[in-house]
């Protein structure tokens, strides 16, 4: 509890919403989809998109599973170019 000031006095502020900030964001996501549509193994288990040939056969989960992993990548793609001064 003693260390909550200090702690806020080095966290970033965050980025205000940008054009380039949801490109950023975009691109992230559709990396996460070519390496899931890589990489998993069982992709077509479960509900199936609307457009499966257009995902390369994913199911619902593994979309899921892979734009998790791509909001998580845009977030410390984001905060990194911000701390540049990229964004």
Do not use: Q
Not at 14 to 25: D, I, Q, R
């Amino acid at each position: 509890m003693f260390y909550l000031p200090s702690l806020l006095a080095v966290t970033p502020s965050t980025v205000e919403w940008s054009p380039k900030v949801a490109l950023v964001m975009i691109i992230c996501n559709i990396l996460a989809i070519a390496l899931g549509n890589y990489g998993i193994k069982h992709k077509n288990v479960g509900l199936s998109l609307p457009s499966p040939e257009f995902f390369g056969g994913m199911g619902h989960g593994a979309m899921l599973a892979c734009t998790s992993l791509g909001h998580v990548i845009g977030i410390g793609a984001i905060i990194g170019l911000a701390s540049i001064g990229v964004l």
